[in-house]
């Protein structure tokens, strides 16, 4: 399968807890963006990395979330001291740099935090 | 003014019918404007992107975009029990970064 892959599909934690979620992206893709999806809701962007540098962040991306792409192939979001208003769904997506119109999302990490 | 507006339905057609989905946005910078479904606890999957006003086909669906009244639609012909999800609109301005409507939930009935 060469789409993007996500790990864990779902995961559930306790408040208070760190949580840590991989994105792997098609291999020829060099951007790499995160989203969140809460119900009813489209996804909001978080953040974005072109390689291993991260461009942009978004006002939604508190101090508590911190995201890496530190070779500039796979990309890790980490939540530290999760608060029941984490619980989302949380996307990955990539592109190629000219493409952002093209993007291809995975199937997503589902946190539900209690 | 929320920058992407998008009805959230839930919209029920009768299989067969031709199905009209719609966004309205504020931003006059929007550049790209794409159409994304997403079947229940899925990621959104593309269907289409359009650059310009006009109409842009790809099998059953067209995407129109109409820059002078900040208006998208997707139309889907001959609908079908598979098309049934969330249709997300999807704009990109200047700055790269996607700005989602809340998506459409559609039912086409058999």
């Known amino acids: 399968d060469t789409g993007v892959s996500q790990d864990p599909r779902h995961k559930i934690t306790k408040r208070g807890q760190n949580v840590t979620f991989r994105c792997d992206p098609i291999?020829?893709?060099?951007?790499l963006y995160w989203y969140r999806q809460t119900l009813g809701q489209g996804p909001e962007f978080l953040t974005y990395?072109?390689?291993?540098?991260?461009?942009?962040k978004s006002r939604l991306l508190s101090d508590r979330f911190s995201a890496e792409r530190p070779k500039g192939s796979f990309s890790t979001l980490e939540i530290q001291r999760t608060e029941q208003g984490d619980s989302a769904m949380y996307l990955c997506?990539?592109?190629?740099?000219?493409?952002?119109?093209?993007?291809?999302f995975g199937p997503g990490t589902r946190l539900t935090v209690t | 003014q929320k920058e992407v507006e998008q009805d959230p339905g839930p919209l029920s057609v009768p299989e067969g019918a031709i199905v009209s989905l719609n966004c309205t946005y504020s931003?006059?910078?929007?550049?790209?404007f794409m159409w994304y479904r997403q079947y229940s606890r899925k990621g959104p999957e593309l269907l289409m992107y359009t650059y310009s006003s006009g109409n842009k086909e790809d099998g059953r669906f067209t995407a129109q975009v109409d820059k002078s009244s900040k208006y998208i639609s997707l139309f889907i012909r001959d609908s079908q029990p598979s098309d049934s999800a969330t249709y997300l609109c999807?704009?990109?301005?200047?700055?790269?970064?996607?700005?989602f409507g809340k998506g459409t939930r559609l039912h086409i009935l058999p």
């Open positions: 997506a990539s592109s190629f740099p000219g493409n952002v119109y093209e993007q291809y």
């Open positions: 291999s020829e893709h060099n951007r």
């Open positions: 990395f072109q390689n291993e540098a991260q461009l942009e």
């Open positions: 999807a704009m990109i301005s200047r700055d790269d970064k996607i700005i």
């Open positions: 931003n006059s910078a929007f550049q790209y």
